[in-house]
């Protein structure tokens, strides 16, 4: 279990260097809600599965998506009609 | 379709008739309180002369040459270089900061710590009598620190009530979008997004149903089943469109159940504050630990709160795609 954690450790801390370092703000949020998901395991591993419904949920479902809506509401990612600008 | 709106019209020119509705009208902003008591003159359009125009185009175009010429601009070079310097400076020192407020910590599981206190205590012996409610997180937010958790979920009501005065559309635009492009803001009938979602949706909605019935008993409670459903919805309108959400969950609805939860959430808390500081007896029932129906007020509280934070979540989603629920 401790080697489980120590590999979801380590994703964490790859995920949170990549998000900052990723020039495409479509792929950093698709990292940060990778952050999250990983972030929920960890939860379970330290036997708080309230949090880690919440933070499913909250972090890697709801933000995500209202970063994605933001996104596009900006025109920084691209429209439904498959013309990307990347 | 067109009979509601007969009625509509109808409870209209009904309500007009009755003076008490004055006021009704005029908090919905139906009336225009300086009709008829102002005399309005109708405002000319701003026209600036060509001459003007000019001079701010050509201030324009000479802005823009001297922003965009990087290789002369010797500011700009200096500014940069500084920028990456004191960037990694702040970040150094804010983290050799952190790392030492950590080390200042005491270590983990000690006896002598302080958050090993007689609060905790207290919540892990008697938790379970004096709350009925199996899942000690729980029975601690919800009836130990009521207080606290009332204040949060106002704070989700504030919260949704700024988005909706940032973001709110008028239904007259909203209208003229709809015909102008239905469907406009969702991916138009996606076989595999909706195939996935008429599976999904029905699971994700049990669970955060079930999350938020069990909180007393396991894993979960109000907030965490809130957000399942309130992502289900999201699911459901990304999949189906705002159309067939609506006919489920309007405005009117939306309202409905927020302000009522919230108003439920006040009356069962603050009757458990009042009893609770005055030593009176309540007379809400604990039942037997592990019962779905037992812990006193932890299960209607959940409710409430799992209904409040539903319509956060889906009204985030529709007030910043769409600008209407």
Known sequence: MAFLQAILLGFLVVCAISVSFSRNLLNSIIIYMSFSLVMAMIWICLESPDLAITEAAVGAGVTTILFFVTLKKIHAIGQEDGKDKH | ?325
Request: hydrophobic share 40%; with cysteine; glycine share 10%.
């Open chain 2, 1 to 325: 379709m067109n009979r509601r709106e007969k009625e509509k019209r109808k409870e209209k020119s009904e309500k007009e008739e009755k003076k008490s509705s004055r006021f009704e009208s005029w908090l919905d902003g139906d009336r225009d309180i300086y009709d008829g008591n102002m005399e309005l003159r109708p405002q000319k359009e701003y026209e600036p002369s060509p001459y003007l125009l000019r001079r701010q185009e050509n201030e324009r175009k000479k802005m823009e040459e001297r922003v965009n010429d990087v290789a002369r601009n010797k500011e700009y070079r200096v500014f940069k270089r500084a920028y990456r310097v004191l960037a990694v400076v702040f970040c150094l020192s804010f983290i050799a900061l952190l790392v030492l407020a950590v080390s200042w910590l005491p270590p983990v599981g000690q006896a002598g710590n302080p958050d090993n206190n007689e609060v905790s205590a207290r919540y892990i012996e008697e938790g379970l009598q004096e709350t009925g409610s199996v899942n000690i997180v729980t029975g601690m937010i919800l009836t130990y620190r009521a207080f606290d958790t009332f204040g949060e979920t106002n704070v989700l009501f504030i919260a949704t009530c700024c988005v909706m005065v940032m973001l709110m559309l008028d239904e007259a635009v909203l209208k003229k979008q709809e015909t102008d492009n239905d469907r406009k803001y969702e991916p138009k009938n996606d076989a595999i997004l909706q195939g996935m979602a008429f599976i999904l949706c029905p699971v994700i909605f049990i669970f955060g149903i079930y999350v938020i019935l069990g909180g007393h008993l396991g894993p979960g409670g109000g907030f965490s089943g809130g957000a399942v459903i309130g992502a289900g919805l999201i699911l459901y309108v990304i999949a189906f469109g705002f159309k067939k959400t609506q006919r489920f969950f309007n405005e009117a609805v939306y309202k409905t159940a927020k302000i009522t939860s919230l108003v439920m959430y006040g009356l069962i808390g603050s009757y458990f504050y009042i009893t609770g500081a005055n030593g009176i007896e309540n007379h809400i029932p604990l039942g037997l630990p592990g019962h779905i129906l037992s812990g006193g007020i932890i299960l209607p509280i959940n409710i409430c709160v799992g209904i409040e934070v539903a319509c956060t979540m889906y009204a985030f989603y529709a007030l910043f795609r769409r600008g209407g629920l």
